[in-house]
């Protein structure tokens, strides 16, 4: 399986952006997926889950009413709507899929997109 994530750029705060990875295998469909995020001298975080059927997502407590996790399996692709955008969104995010036990631990994860950076200014 292999990962890119795409949609990342330069916002203001209260912006919204679309973070999207395409995933090519058709394994991906039988996955879970999920989104971290590495701010500047920062550890990867967690950011968002959502389990392979679709039917369970799970946000972190800083993004939980903002940002939107969704897959769509005719495309082999996992969204992260992001709203109401904060300076302190501002991070590289990647994109996973595979997961262990643990899907808000990096190291839990088999496969990983690239990043797309995001900035926020105040």
């Known amino acids: 399986v292999q990962l890119q994530a795409s949609g990342g750029g330069l916002v203001q705060a209260g912006d919204s952006l679309r973070l999207s990875c395409a995933a090519s295998?058709?394994?991906?469909?039988?996955?879970?997926a999920g989104w971290f995020r590495q701010g500047p001298g920062k550890e990867r975080e967690f950011v968002a889950f959502?389990?392979?059927?679709?039917?369970?997502?799970s946000y972190a407590d800083s993004v939980k009413g903002r940002f939107t996790i969704s897959r769509d399996s005719a495309k082999n692709t996992v969204h992260l709507q992001m709203n109401s955008l904060k300076p302190e969104d501002t991070a590289v995010y990647y994109c996973?899929?595979?997961?262990?036990?643990?899907?808000?631990?990096?190291?839990?994860?088999?496969?990983w997109g690239q990043g797309t950076q995001v900035t926020v200014s105040s």
């Open positions: 996973a899929a595979q997961v262990g036990q643990d899907y808000r631990r990096p190291n839990a994860w088999g496969y």
């Open positions: 295998g058709r394994a991906f469909k039988n996955y879970s």
């Open positions: 959502v389990r392979w059927g679709g039917g369970g997502t």
